[in-house]
C-alpha cells in the first residue's frame, strides 16, 4: 500500500526534538496510585511501546498525555504543552486510537468519518479531502455507505486510524489497537504505524504482542504504575536480564524444578519455557557446564541444554517477575 499517511502536516523541529518530556508523573485514584512517579521522554518520529500487564497503568498514562485525565502530580511537556496548565491545548494536537476503535458501530463509515471530523474541528473543504485519503488508507473505497457494525476487525481497525488522523496530529495515541484482530491484519496495520513514523509522525502504542513490541525503536516495561525498564528491544535483550539464559529440557514439573533449584546461589530464576524450562545464571563463561552440574547435584535429569537467544517475552518475564516478588 502506498499512502501519504500526513500529506500536508508540516514539521519544523528536527529529529531530536523530545515531543513528550515528563518527571515523577503520577495519577491516584483514592488510595490506589494508577501511575506512580515516572519519567521518560519521547522523540519526534518515535514509536515508543509501552508494555506491561492489565493494570499496571499505561492507559493511564496515555490519558494523561493525550490531555483526558489531568495527572495528580508531576511536571511535563507534550507537543510544547505543560500538562499541568495546558491540558486543554494538547488535545487538537494529538490523535487517540482506543482498542475499541473508538467508532460508532450504527453509523456508516462516511458518517463516522463525519463525526470524527466534526469533532476535531477539521474545516468542511479540508474535511472533504480528508475523508477522501481515510478510506483510500483504510482500503475503502465505494464502501462509504457500509455500516461500520459489519466490518471486519482489520477494516475496522484501519478507519479507526483514518478517523484519528483526520485532523492531521503530530502524534498518534494506540491504545492496544490490534487486540482481537487476525495476524494479517496486524501486520498491516504495523506497516502503516512504521510509514506513519517514517513521515515525523510520532506513535505512542500499547500492546501484548511481542512480534509487536519488536518493532518499536524504544519500549517501557510498566509494572504497579512504574517504569521498570526501558530501552530498545535490542538493549533490553542485550542487558535487562542481569544475567545468561540457559535452555534445558527436564521430565520434572516446574514446581519440582523450582524446588530443587530455588535456593541455588548459581541460578537466578527458572521459568517453563513451553515443554521445556529457561533458567538465568550469572554471567559467565561456560553457563551450559555449570547448569549441568547444578542440575546434578540437586538429582534433577536434564537433556538438551544450550545457551537460549533471549527474547522480549523472556526479558519481560523475568524483569516483571522480579519486581512483582
Given at each position: 500500500m502506498s499512502v501519504n499517511l500526513m500529506q500536508s502536516t508540516a514539521i519544523?523541529?528536527?529529529?531530536?526534538?523530545?515531543v513528550i518530556d515528563v518527571q515523577n508523573l503520577t495519577r491516584v485514584f483514592g488510595?490506589?496510585?494508577?501511575?506512580?512517579?515516572?519519567?521518560f521522554h519521547v522523540m519526534r518520529g518515535e514509536v515508543f511501546g509501552f508494555l506491561g500487564a492489565n493494570g499496571a497503568g499505561k492507559s493511564t498514562t496515555i490519558r494523561i498525555l493525550c490531555g483526558l485525565l489531568a495527572p495528580s502530580?508531576?511536571?511535563?511537556?507534550?507537543?510544547?504543552?505543560?500538562?499541568?496548565?495546558?491540558?486543554?491545548?494538547?488535545?487538537?494536537?494529538?490523535?487517540?486510537?482506543?482498542?475499541?476503535?473508538?467508532?460508532?458501530?450504527?453509523?456508516?463509515?462516511?458518517?463516522?468519518?463525519?463525526?470524527?471530523?466534526?469533532?476535531?474541528?477539521?474545516?468542511?473543504?479540508?474535511?472533504?479531502?480528508?475523508?477522501?485519503?481515510?478510506?483510500?488508507?483504510?482500503?475503502?473505497?465505494?464502501?462509504?455507505?457500509?455500516?461500520?457494525?459489519?466490518?471486519?476487525?482489520?477494516?475496522?481497525?484501519?478507519?479507526?486510524?483514518?478517523?484519528a488522523l483526520l485532523h492531521e496530529p503530530e502524534m498518534i495515541f494506540l491504545d492496544e489497537p490490534t487486540a482481537g484482530v487476525a495476524p494479517a491484519a496486524r501486520r498491516l496495520f504495523w506497516d502503516l504505524i512504521r510509514t506513519l513514523s517514517s513521515q515525523g509522525i510520532t506513535v505512542f502504542v500499547t500492546t501484548h504482542y511481542m512480534?509487536?513490541?519488536?518493532?518499536c525503536d524504544r519500549i517501557a516495561l510498566m509494572s504497579r504504575g512504574k517504569i521498570v525498564a526501558l530501552d530498545t528491544p535490542a538493549n533490553l535483550k542485550r542487558d535487562a536480564m542481569g544475567g545468561v539464559l540457559v535452555h534445558f529440557s527436564c521430565s520434572s514439573s516446574i514446581m519440582d524444578v523450582r524446588a530443587a533449584l530455588g535456593n541455588e546461589s548459581g541460578i537466578l530464576d527458572v521459568q517453563p519455557f513451553g515443554a521445556a524450562f529457561h533458567a538465568l545464571l550469572p554471567h559467565q563463561e561456560n553457563p551450559d557446564a555449570a547448569l549441568a552440574e547444578i542440575c546434578e547435584k540437586s538429582g534433577l535429569t536434564v537433556t538438551d541444554i544450550h545457551r537460549a537467544v533471549v527474547t522480549l517475552e523472556d526479558v519481560f518475564i523475568t524483569v516483571i517477575g522480579r519486581v512483582e516478588r
Open positions: 519544523a523541529a528536527n529529529d531530536s526534538e523530545h488510595s490506589f496510585r494508577a501511575v506512580d512517579g515516572i519519567s502530580s508531576g511536571q511535563g511537556h507534550v507537543l510544547g504543552y505543560d500538562i499541568m496548565r495546558d491540558l486543554e491545548k494538547v488535545k487538537p494536537h494529538v490523535g487517540y486510537m482506543s482498542q475499541k476503535f473508538s467508532l460508532y458501530p450504527d453509523l456508516t463509515v462516511g458518517e463516522n468519518l463525519d463525526f470524527f471530523g466534526g469533532i476535531y474541528g477539521v474545516p468542511a473543504r479540508r474535511l472533504a479531502e480528508r475523508k477522501r485519503w481515510a478510506i483510500e488508507m483504510s482500503g475503502l473505497a465505494g464502501q462509504e455507505k457500509r455500516l461500520t457494525s459489519n466490518l471486519s476487525g482489520g477494516l475496522k481497525q484501519r478507519l479507526a486510524l483514518g478517523a512480534d509487536e513490541v519488536e518493532q
